[in-house]
């Protein structure tokens, strides 16, 4: 079974502009996760959908969205960026309790 | 607000040996899951094990096994018979129980861990 897979792996971006992050979870598994990696801050939750609808959100700004599609992909998305956005994406998703994780967008805000 | 922590910025051990990484976590739950995943340079976050606080028993894969003390919140890794591939940063990770609306993991801060030949 494939793993979770999440476009693009890189990505350059610059101040002001926004950024739409790809996550394509394991077949069958309805619940996707985003968290945010930092060095500073280290791992945190941004958010999670399941069956189309967010379930659980961390305590991130409104400028940090996502959606979720009928066939369980995923789509972040981040608004008018900052230098501080710069971080690894890692989706994960569940089919129950563990959480399985993608190989991570690295995003670089100039 | 649940909490992990690791305090073990690095370790190293030989190759062959034994080596255990330390967790601890604050809770008000009863029942909740704990999770050990690794991190390679690759980037890529993979589950190494799993623990259920309900069940009293160590949970143990291969070389990989836990020593879980529910009323000390500690929630130690440790790696038998240390291979290059395990060289990694290790991450302790806490969820609760309720599947539902829970499913969010609270991650500690990690450790590094060095393998020498």
């Known amino acids: 079974k494939a793993g979770v897979t999440q476009t693009p792996r890189y990505l350059i971006k610059t101040r002001g502009q926004q950024v739409t992050l790809s996550c394509s979870p394991i077949s069958g598994h309805r619940s996707v996760s985003w968290y945010q990696q930092t060095p500073g801050q280290g791992l945190q939750f941004l958010f999670e959908y399941f069956s189309e609808t967010q379930r659980n959100k961390g305590n991130f700004p409104g400028r940090f969205s996502g959606r979720q599609f009928s066939n369980s992909r995923s789509e972040m998305n981040v608004s008018t960026l900052e230098l501080g956005d710069s971080a690894l994406y890692l989706c994960?998703?569940?089919?129950?309790?563990?959480?399985?994780f993608g190989p991570g967008t690295r995003l670089t805000v100039l | 607000a649940q909490t992990v922590t690791q305090s073990q910025p690095e370790m190293s051990v030989q190759e062959a040996e034994t080596v255990t990484l330390s967790c601890t976590y604050d809770?008000?739950?009863?029942?909740?899951?704990l999770f050990w995943y690794k991190q390679p340079p690759s980037r890529q976050m993979i589950l190494v094990i799993r623990q259920e606080a309900y069940k009293q028993q160590n949970a143990t894969e291969n070389r990989f096994s836990v020593n879980f003390q529910k009323a000390a919140k500690s929630f130690s890794l440790k790696i038998s018979d240390s291979q290059l591939g395990d060289a990694a940063m290790y991450f302790c990770a806490y969820r609760r129980s309720d599947t539902g609306t829970a499913s969010k993991l609270t991650f500690g801060t990690g450790t590094r861990l060095q393998v020498m030949l």
């Open positions: 994960a998703s569940s089919l129950g309790v563990a959480q399985f």
């Open positions: 809770t008000s739950e009863s029942d909740y899951y």
